[in-house]
């Protein structure tokens, strides 16, 4: 049973434009979000992440929100650049022991 | 090194054959997970170190599955008698912080295959 789901197994977003990525889950107890990045034949690189004590955190063009009652996760990237063009999961943990991973949404950045 | 380093990087083993997977992580990360990633899909977990105590085995998929870490800081996931579902590819992942909230650094992966 996945507890941690991206729906959107891809997007594409012009250059320049907004890229929203979307994560739901399903255990109201977990404490802790991150979003990652990977790249082919890499692991996964860190992004951001966000405590369930608050509902936005940013850090230059990339923002994460969470809507606790929705138990919903959003990634916004603005302005989207073609570097940005990789693999983005969500992620969420419970007592930091182990991260529940979504399937990934492969982001495509048009030039 | 500066990040957390795997090796191999790609192995291919015959089915039934045993495998050793090597992780060594940024020096002086406590926490240590180990994560299957099938291909098209999110990692998985398998298995959590804090230094050399295995706190949570829970996501090893049989008993074909062992992982130790006796220092506290190299970690070895060994897979015995190795079957096809068991290709993918093997992330390790450390941490700095024991119960705090923050990030795990990934290695780049052993991609097994059995054949």
């Known amino acids: 049973d996945q507890q941690v789901k991206q729906n959107s197994p891809s997007l594409s977003v012009q250059e320049g434009r907004i890229s929203i990525l979307n994560c739901d889950y399903t255990n109201s107890m977990f404490d802790y979000f991150l979003w990652y990045k990977k790249y082919p034949a890499e692991g996964p690189t860190f992004l951001i992440s966000i405590s369930s004590i608050k509902d936005k955190n940013e850090d230059g063009r990339f923002t994460v929100f969470l809507n606790k009652s929705a138990k919903h996760l959003s990634l916004h990237i603005v302005p989207s650049q073609p570097g940005d063009s990789a693999v983005y999961f969500c992620a969420a943990s419970l007592n930091f022991n182990k991260f529940y991973f979504g399937s990934g949404t492969k982001l495509n950045v048009k030039p | 090194g500066a990040g957390v380093s795997q090796s191999p990087r790609y192995k291919v083993a015959k089915r039934g054959q045993d495998v050793a997977l090597r992780c060594d992580p940024i020096?002086?990360?406590?926490?240590l997970f180990w994560y299957q990633q099938a291909l098209g899909q999110g990692p998985e977990f398998l298995t959590y170190?804090?230094?050399?105590?295995?706190?949570?085995k829970s996501g090893l998929p049989s008993d074909r599955f062992f992982a130790e870490r006796p220092e506290g800081s190299v970690s070895t996931l060994k897979i015995q008698r190795t079957q096809q579902e068991d290709s993918a590819v093997y992330l390790c992942?450390?941490?700095?912080?024991?119960?705090?909230?923050?990030?795990?650094?990934f290695g780049q992966g052993t991609r097994l295959t059995v054949v």
């Open positions: 020096s002086g990360h406590v926490s």
């Open positions: 992942a450390s941490s700095l912080a024991r119960q705090a909230n923050t990030e795990a650094f």
């Open positions: 170190f804090q230094n050399e105590a295995q706190l949570d």
